[in-house]
């Protein structure tokens, strides 16, 4: 079964810095593309980052651009999100995400969030 389990997040003042995990199982990790989303009460989820599946390429929200950075460790089959300088509004659950084919079917599959709150 395609797992994807998010962690590191928390409570940090305005300024401060965090480290998202997403450590997934159940699929070939490597070839895949895998991003991170995030939510806040009242607001659809929005895409934070994504990147593919060979390192190659990233993408980043204007919001969070030259502050987060996102990698991946294909040893370990997880990625990674560096937030640094959060701002009070980075406030959200965090999710990781990937979109995994099987057979001719394409499936979405999302990790259980992670609370990151910043305090002013």
């Known amino acids: 079964d395609v797992q994807l389990q998010a962690s590191g997040g928390g409570l940090v003042q305005a300024g401060g810095s965090l480290r998202l995990s997403c450590a997934t199982s159940?699929?070939?990790?490597?070839?895949?593309?895998i991003g991170w989303f995030r939510q806040t009460p009242g607001k659809e989820r929005e895409g934070v980052s994504c990147i593919s599946r060979r390192d190659v390429n990233t993408y980043y929200a204007d919001s969070v651009k030259g502050r987060f950075t996102i990698s991946r460790d294909n040893a370990k089959n997880t990625i990674y999100l560096q937030m640094n300088s959060l701002k009070v509004e980075d406030t959200a659950v965090y999710y990781c995400?990937?979109?995994?084919?099987?057979?001719?079917?394409?499936?979405?599959?999302w990790g259980e969030g992670t609370q990151v709150t910043v305090s002013s």
């Open positions: 159940g699929f070939t990790f490597d070839d895949y593309e």
């Open positions: 995400y990937a979109e995994i084919q099987n057979g001719i079917m394409w499936n979405d599959y």
